[in-house]
């Protein structure tokens, strides 16, 4: 499922729960409560429905919520595209009947997503994909816990401390081949009297390997009052984005070689790049960019060039690095720029699959990543062909200020 191809991933957004947690409202169930001014499920539906990746959209709803999924879906510019789906008497019965409600439709692959999740992103969604796409059978988004978790007794006394390494925060979407994902649930329903809380724990019984992702920590669950209040609050400070723009420059030495990599892709060449690691100038530059946006510094702070576990090392890494850096302090990555200076070789030729490289390694969309590329005129060192230098721009959106 790389960018530009035609096949599409299945959608089931579960909507059917009733949300006592979060209180009694008029305007329905926690789905139904407005943010921003809009329903928490309309927020959930725009990010699939904008999403080019996204094929049939299973909505499963109660059964006495016709009205307001109507009314929550009125204006949206594709809601012809929604099959709304009556839901079961469970979470994993609903499902069920989102998954059966895309048996006609010709998708290899399956996302099944909460609908009180209203700030999943592209972002996350594209990561997922690139697993589907590489042959995981289930994919699981997930962080790492952070706090400390305890495990008490029944008389509510602390037994002991869990070690917390190895335990992670389950989200959604959670993802699967979709005759794998199917099968398990259609096997679970006939087989098994206990309800499980989330499909990769039917995939788990089935024997499916489910493997973890990079979750996102703006990608919460809406469970109760305060939730959807500070979520009203979040998208009511959206109006005021906090959009930063970083800036990197490098410069590596050409010496005699066989050729050099750029963005990741290598180009023969009569010359290489001399540098500790790979001397990929223009993913360098970019990283220190990315690094601009949050404060992090710049790429010789977290790769020391001292250090010589990164001798040789892809440059990629770096750049991989500096976007979790900036996702975890709340960052969208919103554009990539990159301007390489030489006089060869030719980078035209390789400046699609650049490009390709940028939008794999940062997780975002084809058309917000550019490569270009120029010559010095033969002035300066780059005109003498001693060095290949780069010059890169990154924009990130953080959240919203009041």
Request: hydrophobic share 45%; proline share 5%.
């Given at each position: 499922?790389?960018?530009?191809?035609?096949?599409?991933?299945?959608?089931?957004v579960?909507a059917?729960?009733r949300?006592?947690?979060?209180?009694?409202?008029?305007?329905?169930?926690?789905?139904?409560?407005?943010?921003?001014g809009?329903?928490?499920?309309?927020?959930?539906?725009?990010?699939?429905?904008?999403?080019?990746?996204?094929?049939?959209?299973a909505?499963?709803?109660?059964?006495?919520?016709?009205?307001?999924?109507?009314?929550?879906?009125?204006?949206?510019?594709?809601?012809?595209?929604?099959?709304?789906?009556?839901?079961?008497?469970?979470r994993?019965?609903?499902?069920?009947n989102?998954l059966?409600?895309?048996?006609?439709?010709?998708?290899?692959?399956?996302?099944?997503?909460?609908?009180?999740?209203?700030?999943?992103?592209?972002?996350?969604?594209?990561?997922?994909?690139?697993?589907?796409?590489?042959?995981?059978?289930?994919?699981l988004p997930?962080?790492?816990?952070?706090?400390?978790?305890?495990?008490?007794?029944?008389?509510?006394?602390?037994?002991m401390?869990?070690?917390?390494?190895?335990?992670?925060?389950?989200?959604?979407p959670?993802?699967?081949?979709?005759?794998?994902?199917?099968?398990a649930?259609?096997?679970?329903?006939?087989e098994?009297?206990?309800?499980?809380?989330?499909d990769?724990?039917?995939?788990?019984?089935?024997?499916?390997?489910?493997?973890l992702?990079?979750?996102?920590?703006?990608?919460?669950?809406?469970?109760?009052?305060?939730?959807?209040?500070m979520a009203?609050?979040?998208?009511?400070?959206?109006?005021?984005?906090?959009v930063?723009?970083?800036?990197?420059?490098?410069?590596?030495?050409?010496?005699?070689?066989?050729?050099?990599?750029?963005?990741g892709?290598?180009?023969?060449?009569d010359?290489?790049?001399k540098g500790?690691?790979?001397?990929?100038?223009?993913?360098?530059a970019?990283?220190?960019a990315l690094l601009?946006?949050?404060?992090?510094?710049?790429?010789?702070?977290?790769?020391?060039?001292?250090?010589?576990?990164?001798?040789?090392?892809?440059?990629?890494?770096?750049?991989?690095h500096?976007?979790?850096?900036?996702?975890?302090?709340?960052?969208?990555?919103?554009?990539?720029?990159?301007?390489?200076?030489?006089?060869?070789?030719?980078?035209?030729?390789?400046?699609?699959?650049?490009?390709e490289?940028?939008s794999?390694?940062?997780?975002?969309?084809?058309?917000?990543c550019?490569?270009?590329?120029?010559?010095?005129?033969?002035?300066?060192?780059?005109?003498?062909r001693?060095?290949?230098?780069?010059?890169?721009?990154?924009t990130v959106?953080?959240?919203?200020?009041?």
């Amino acid at each position: 499922m790389e960018q530009g191809r035609s096949e599409t991933i299945g959608i089931v957004v579960v909507a059917a729960g009733r949300g006592e947690r979060a209180g009694a409202s008029v305007e329905g169930p926690k789905q139904y409560r407005r943010i921003g001014g809009k329903p928490v499920i309309w927020h959930t539906l725009t990010t699939f429905l904008d999403w080019p990746r996204s094929g049939p959209i299973a909505v499963v709803i109660h059964p006495d919520d016709r009205a307001l999924i109507e009314a929550a879906v009125a204006d949206l510019p594709k809601r012809d595209e929604l099959t709304i789906v009556t839901g079961g008497a469970t979470r994993q019965a609903s499902v069920l009947n989102g998954l059966r409600a895309l048996r006609d439709h010709d998708i290899d692959h399956v996302m099944i997503q909460d609908g009180v999740r209203p700030f999943v992103d592209a972002e996350l969604l594209e990561r997922i994909a690139r697993e589907l796409a590489a042959g995981k059978t289930a994919v699981l988004p997930a962080l790492p816990v952070s706090d400390t978790i305890k495990r008490a007794d029944t008389s509510g006394v602390v037994a002991m401390t869990v070690p917390r390494k190895a335990l992670f925060a389950a989200q959604t979407p959670q993802s699967f081949h979709y005759a794998a994902i199917l099968e398990a649930h259609e096997r679970a329903a006939e087989e098994l009297a206990v309800d499980f809380t989330d499909d990769a724990s039917i995939a788990e019984w089935a024997g499916l390997p489910v493997h973890l992702v990079e979750g996102s920590i703006d990608n919460i669950k809406l469970t109760v009052q305060r939730d959807i209040a500070m979520a009203d609050e979040k998208l009511k400070g959206a109006a005021l984005p906090d959009v930063r723009t970083g800036n990197g420059y490098d410069v590596h030495q050409l010496e005699p070689g066989d050729g050099v990599t750029l963005c990741g892709i290598f180009i023969p060449h009569d010359q290489r790049l001399k540098g500790h690691s790979d001397a990929d100038v223009a993913l360098h530059a970019l990283t220190d960019a990315l690094l601009a946006t949050c404060g992090a510094g710049d790429i010789g702070d977290h790769f020391p060039p001292s250090d010589m576990q990164w001798k040789g090392a892809p440059s990629r890494i770096f750049l991989e690095h500096a976007a979790k850096i900036v996702r975890e302090a709340g960052g969208t990555i919103m554009n990539a720029d990159i301007s390489l200076i030489a006089e060869a070789p030719k980078v035209g030729p390789h400046r699609q699959a650049m490009r390709e490289t940028l939008s794999d390694i940062l997780s975002i969309a084809l058309d917000r990543c550019s490569v270009k590329a120029t010559t010095n005129e033969t002035i300066g060192f780059v005109g003498r062909r001693e060095g290949i230098a780069a010059i890169a721009t990154a924009t990130v959106v953080f959240r919203g200020t009041d």
